[in-house]
């Protein structure tokens, strides 16, 4: 295993060169030997405990704190970077891709302010539940490879344990790095990042072309609206949608004040910081298209002359962003009660079916399984639904009927309809467990269901309970 180190060599205007601090007594509390495999990264447990605890560096590791700025909640601060991460470098797969190592609540960097650096083991064992198991409901996501407890305790709003998660992601550009050097007028180390951007993730932008920034951000509001659309797809809330959780590969980054929605209602906030409920569950896509619009603002600069000519051909872009979101989101919910193609049919069924779930305080994610199961019945019984699904359900096999799509409609569900979610309750059951316990077994456990979703196993009853009262009055948390 030896580490390249791109990002380090861009130079102290990027990044800060800072070391991992040391820790008392690291031990491995999850390690993820599939990815690891996929890695291409053999350890034993010892080595693993010293190497993801930023104890010991791998072969070529360089570590910086990342340099960026944010929009946190709508309000710009320009000085914000890696307060409590270290970017150990990027190693290239056996498949050619290039992913980055960096270690979170390794302790303090040039960018901590006032902070510790340090992250407790209950948000460092959320974020290795909660991106494990988005990776297998398919939503696009940085992953884990690893949670080390430190065998130190860290105050926060209790005393708890402290831990080390060990990120991998394809690169962590975010919108928010672009807006730092804006906000300084630095136009040259624009055009570097976005240059790295292309060449990482959007290789199909012809490099030479004038047009290759316009290219870059028509490239990254597609993924945003994919990356959206598929949140709104499994019932996901992110929390903390600020610029700098927004990351041009177009992943899943940030597992702080995230959570799942249980019943259906658009209005859903569960993060602690959100008052205003500016990042509620039905807020997400248009959030979404307000972060690409600070993006684009960002590369105003380098795109012709950066003045209106280069306004006029960048508000288009930001512009069709509603429709495209539509697009996908219609054919995404079609596809959810069974429709291959959306239409004025399949529209008028889910805007129908989601205003009763609404207001019936229908469970999200149980009611599509219950829908798709209906279709299928066990032993000459159908599963029993809600009172006020009756007369919809009637409708809605009318209607495949009709289109003779009743098998299709099977595959296409259970497809895009996961049997379990990591539900919020019970990750708080897990986190607590695993707090008073680091080999607790509750993590693994879980793990085994919402590493596979859309299976039915001897174990998933488990974790498709629902509490409606769980949800009353929880709350998720930074974790900082």
Same mark, same amino acid.
């Given at each position: 295993?030896?580490?390249?180190?791109h990002?380090?060599?861009?130079?102290?205007?990027?990044?800060?060169?800072?070391?991992?601090?040391?820790?008392?007594?690291?031990?491995?509390?999850?390690?993820?030997?599939?990815?690891?495999?996929?890695?291409?990264?053999?350890?034993n447990?010892?080595?693993?405990s010293?190497?993801?605890?930023?104890?010991?560096?791998?072969?070529?590791?360089?570590?910086?704190?990342m340099?960026?700025?944010?929009?946190?909640?709508?309000?710009?601060?320009?000085?914000?970077?890696?307060?409590?991460?270290?970017?150990?470098?990027?190693?290239?797969?056996?498949?050619?891709?290039?992913?980055?190592?960096?270690?979170?609540?390794?302790?303090?960097?040039?960018?901590?302010?006032?902070?510790?650096?340090?992250?407790?083991?209950?948000?460092?064992?959320?974020?290795?539940?909660?991106s494990?198991?988005?990776?297998?409901?398919?939503?696009?996501?940085?992953r884990?490879?690893?949670?080390? !407890?430190?065998?130190?305790? +860290?105050?926060?709003?209790?005393?708890?344990?402290? &831990?080390? @998660? #060990?990120?991998?992601?394809? $690169?962590?550009?975010?919108?928010?790095?672009?807006?730092?050097?804006?906000?300084?007028?630095?136009?040259?180390?624009?055009?570097?990042?976005?240059?790295?951007?292309?060449?990482?993730?959007?290789p199909?932008?012809?490099?030479?072309?004038?047009?290759?920034?316009?290219?870059?951000?028509?490239?990254?509001?597609?993924?945003?609206?994919?990356?959206?659309?598929?949140?709104?797809?499994?019932?996901?809330?992110?929390?903390?949608?600020?610029?700098?959780?927004?990351?041009?590969?177009?992943?899943?980054?940030?597992?702080?004040?995230?959570?799942?929605?249980g019943?259906?209602?658009?209005?859903?906030?569960?993060?602690?910081?959100?008052?205003?409920?500016?990042?509620?569950?039905?807020?997400?896509?248009?959030?979404a298209?307000?972060?690409?619009a600070?993006?684009?603002? !960002?590369?105003?600069?380098? +795109?012709?002359?950066?003045?209106?000519?280069?306004? &006029?051909? @960048? #508000?288009?872009?930001?512009? $069709?962003?509603?429709?495209?979101?539509?697009?996908?989101?219609?054919?995404?919910?079609?596809?959810?009660?069974?429709?291959?193609?959306?239409?004025?049919?399949?529209?008028?069924?889910?805007?129908?079916l989601?205003?009763?779930?609404?207001?019936?305080?229908?469970?999200?994610?149980?009611?599509?399984?219950?829908?798709?199961?209906?279709?299928?019945?066990?032993?000459?019984?159908?599963?029993?639904?809600?009172?006020?699904?009756?007369?919809?359900?009637i409708?809605?096999?009318?209607?495949?009927?009709?289109?003779?799509?009743?098998?299709?409609?099977?595959?296409?569900?259970?497809?895009?309809?996961?049997?379990?979610?990591?539900?919020?309750?019970?990750?708080?059951?897990?986190?607590?467990?695993?707090?008073?316990?680091?080999?607790?077994p509750?993590?693994?456990?879980?793990?085994?269901?919402?590493?596979?979703?859309?299976?039915?196993?001897e174990?998933?009853?488990?974790?498709?309970?629902?509490?409606?009262?769980?949800?009353?009055?929880?709350?998720?948390?930074?974790?900082?």
């Amino acid at each position: 295993m030896k580490l390249q180190h791109h990002y380090q060599s861009l130079g102290e205007a990027f990044s800060q060169s800072s070391l991992p601090e040391h820790v008392r007594n690291p031990t491995v509390v999850l390690w993820n030997q599939q990815l690891a495999d996929t890695l291409g990264i053999k350890a034993n447990n010892h080595e693993a405990s010293q190497f993801f605890s930023g104890n010991a560096l791998i072969t070529g590791s360089k570590p910086v704190a990342m340099a960026y700025s944010g929009h946190q909640f709508g309000q710009f601060n320009p000085h914000l970077g890696d307060g409590r991460a270290h970017l150990l470098g990027e190693l290239r797969t056996a498949e050619g891709l290039i992913k980055e190592l960096q270690l979170k609540g390794s302790g303090r960097t040039p960018f901590s302010r006032n902070g510790d650096g340090k992250c407790g083991i209950k948000p460092a064992v959320r974020e290795y539940i909660m991106s494990e198991a988005m990776h297998a409901l398919g939503v696009p996501t940085t992953r884990c490879l690893a949670v080390v !407890s430190t065998g130190e305790d +860290i105050q926060r709003q209790t005393t708890t344990p402290g &831990a080390v @998660v #060990t990120r991998v992601a394809d $690169s962590h550009l975010r919108v928010g790095t672009f807006e730092y050097f804006a906000a300084r007028g630095m136009h040259d180390e624009i055009k570097v990042l976005a240059d790295i951007a292309v060449a990482r993730h959007y290789p199909e932008i012809n490099d030479k072309d004038d047009t290759k920034y316009l290219q870059l951000i028509s490239h990254v509001i597609d993924k945003q609206i994919h990356l959206i659309t598929e949140w709104m797809r499994v019932g996901f809330i992110h929390g903390v949608m600020n610029t700098d959780n927004t990351l041009l590969s177009g992943d899943t980054i940030d597992y702080g004040p995230c959570a799942m929605m249980g019943v259906y209602d658009p209005n859903t906030v569960f993060s602690s910081i959100d008052h205003q409920g500016r990042y509620a569950f039905g807020n997400q896509p248009w959030i979404a298209q307000w972060n690409m619009a600070r993006f684009a603002e !960002s590369l105003l600069p380098v +795109i012709v002359d950066g003045g209106e000519d280069a306004i &006029a051909l @960048v #508000t288009p872009l930001i512009e $069709s962003y509603q429709d495209k979101y539509q697009q996908a989101f219609s054919l995404m919910m079609a596809k959810k009660i069974g429709f291959s193609e959306n239409s004025q049919e399949a529209s008028q069924l889910c805007n129908e079916l989601l205003e009763i779930m609404f207001k019936k305080h229908l469970d999200y994610t149980e009611t599509f399984t219950q829908l798709k199961n209906s279709l299928q019945p066990k032993d000459g019984t159908s599963p029993v639904l809600h009172p006020s699904l009756m007369e919809w359900q009637i409708k809605w096999q009318e209607t495949l009927n009709k289109k003779q799509l009743n098998h299709q409609a099977v595959t296409l569900m259970a497809e895009n309809n996961p049997l379990a979610i990591p539900r919020n309750h019970l990750i708080e059951q897990v986190l607590t467990a695993t707090e008073a316990n680091s080999a607790h077994p509750a993590a693994s456990e879980m793990l085994k269901v919402v590493q596979n979703p859309y299976t039915l196993t001897e174990n998933t009853h488990k974790y498709q309970v629902t509490d409606k009262d769980a949800d009353l009055n929880y709350q998720t948390y930074c974790g900082t």
